[in-house]
């Protein structure tokens, strides 16, 4: 298994539910259903700067179907969703 964290994390394509969380998602040309979500938490980032407004995410660690592990960001002011981090 190897495992890489995103300096810059990656736009990616999510799929939710009814209450906003991730069910599914692209990676590597097939879709990824999310069977668990191992834990939640909220960032801001950028507020330091001082350059224009901060980023404010939801952060989700996932593992999916088949034994995927993920961290998936999700950006609350522009509702883009990011990879951060992914174990495959």
């Known amino acids: 298994m190897s495992a890489r964290r ?3 994390p990656r736009p990616l394509g999510v799929a939710t539910d009814g209450m906003g969380q991730p069910r599914t998602f692209g990676w590597r040309g097939r879709t990824e259903r999310v069977a668990t979500i191992a834990a939640t938490w909220e960032e801001t980032v950028g507020w330091w700067r001082g350059e224009g407004e901060a980023t404010c995410r939801r952060c989700y660690r996932v ?3 088949s034994g995927l592990r993920a961290v998936l960001h999700h950006d609350l ?4 969703w990011y990879l951060g981090a992914i174990a495959d």
């Open 77 to 80: 002011l522009t509702g883009g």
């Open 6 to 8: 995103f300096v810059l």
């Open 63 to 65: 593992v999916t179907a």
